[in-house]
């Protein structure tokens, strides 16, 4: 791992800020293009110091140029608030994915930084209750077994559960603008309880099952075979997306299992 390096943002950058790119304007171009492309783990600090959000990427480069595409249209107000106190931008490069996917999560524990959700704590585990109706699909989840149930989940299954819906969504709708994804699905967790516009909610169920057990190649094959998204923006956000898929094959997976 290469030593830890760190960049602030100047009193006279923070002055320039404003709601549009926030953080081109604060810590400019050169600095975005100067970093790293490997993967590695990276923190953001607020301007009294404290450490706020720590996130991890194959690509810190991207993934961290992606921040400068957060808008209000597209993104949950927990990441428009991180984006708004962020003065401070440090990060640690890494062997490997793999290698940087375990750090943050031995960082998480030990830090527990505000903005970060999953991985902080450990909790008790979730079941998922699927109600299937026509064009519907609506999902619950609850600490209480259920028979029918899909569990036990992990503690963190809220925020990973998230990113496989917003996936199998996509899979289904390729078509979909973001503005299209029911509104609670956008969060970084996902809601107790949810409502899903889809068509065939057998099929969907059958690629859920799938993926809460780590088995996400054909879910990820589907979408790399998608053409890309029009939108700068939604070009960025369907890239951290897939960023997340990546580190749900490498974590445990959700561990599920049909109760009777």
Same mark, same amino acid.
């Given at each position: 791992?290469?030593?830890?390096? $760190? ?20 810590? #400019? ?108 699909? $609506? ?69 859920? $099952?799938?993926?809460? $057990? ?7 094959? #589907? ?38």
């Amino acid at each position: 791992m290469s030593e830890e390096i $760190t960049r602030a943002a100047s009193p006279r950058q923070l002055k320039l800020f404003h709601l549009e790119n926030p953080l081109t304007l604060r810590f #400019g171009n050169d600095f975005f293009r100067s970093l790293p492309e490997g993967p590695g783990v990276y923190f953001f600090h607020g301007s009294d110091g404290r450490l706020l959000y720590i996130g991890q990427s194959s690509n810190l480069r991207a993934r961290l140029g992606s921040y400068r595409h957060v808008g209000e249209d597209k993104h949950p107000r927990r990441t428009l608030r991180l984006v708004a106190r962020i003065a401070r931008i440090e990060w640690r490069e890494c062997a490997s994915a793999e290698a940087a996917i375990a750090e943050e999560s031995r960082l998480l524990l030990e830090h527990r930084p505000p903005f970060n959700r999953a991985g902080v704590w450990k909790g008790d585990p979730w079941w998922l209750i699927v109600e299937v109706e026509t064009g519907n699909l $609506t999902l619950r989840l609850q600490h209480e077994a259920r028979p029918g149930s899909l569990g036990p989940l992990v503690p963190a299954a809220r925020h990973r559960l998230s990113t496989l819906i917003r996936a199998l969504l996509r899979l289904a709708n390729p078509g979909w603008h973001l503005s299209e994804f029911p509104h609670g699905l956008m969060a970084s967790a996902l809601p107790r309880e949810c409502r899903l516009p889809v068509s065939s909610p057998s099929n969907f169920v059958e690629g859920l $099952t799938v993926a809460v $057990t780590g088995d996400l190649e054909a879910l990820q094959a #589907g979408l790399d075979a998608l053409p890309p998204p029009v939108t700068v923006t939604e070009q960025a956000f369907w890239q951290e997306e897939q960023e997340r898929l990546e580190k749900l094959k490498v974590v445990a997976p959700l561990r599920s299992r049909c109760l009777a």
